[in-house]
């Protein structure tokens, strides 16, 4: 198996691509405390990526507990389960919901949490698995299209979806963060699976509501095709939400993925 690279400025060679990731969180500038959760994690005997985004919700600490448990659980699940790597995620993502769920129903501090999860995992042969729960996105800039590859589960997503109402309206709407899909809320838990291939030249970007809520697709695609540092990119749509208004916690997580430069 070919070993990964790691050059003097952090950009590795995998699967034939120049390959770039980072994360950025923030509390933003109302919430007390980040409820957010991110993480990568390598499975270096698969040669697989996982990326992970969670926004958790639930009173005192539980946000907290459950978006880490979510991004924790993931990161350890996946590697250790056996089948396709949509069905790993969905094991993954059904473990965590039962440990979250299970410790909400233990804890009376942490009754009623749950959380959000958007999960890319980048396989080797070039196609990725998605999953996700809630309302944070997955994102793809491939050319000039930047498309929204997951679908939030929510009324408002919805509506929109159904034309009863459009993407401004959306975005300010006072249930516009309520989601009718968490894990931890329930027993059992249903997943969006996805699968999308892998080209030179993509950026995928898992984000929580923090980021989408205070900026418009646009805005944050014009971000995304500023640079191909994703360092760059997260710190900047990081401070983008924080300048219109930093309403949530934000976080966003950006690979890129490129031709590798001779010499590579
Ligand atoms: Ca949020």
Redesign the pocket.
Known sequence: MPKRVVDDEGRESWAGFALGVAGSTHVGRVRKSN??AFDRFDDEERDEILLVVA?GMGGHRGGEVASRMAVGTLGKIFRGSAGEPRERLRTAIERANHEIYRLGGRDSMLRGMGTTAVALLLCPDGTAAIAHVGDSRLYRLRGGDFEMLTEDHSMVARWLKEGMIDEETAREHPQR?QIDRALGAAESVQPDLLETDLRAGDLFLLC???LTGMLPDQEVQRLAERSRDPHAIVAWMVDAANQSGGM??VTALVATLDTPQPGD
């Open positions: 409820q957010d926004d963060s929580s509501d923090g949530d916690n």
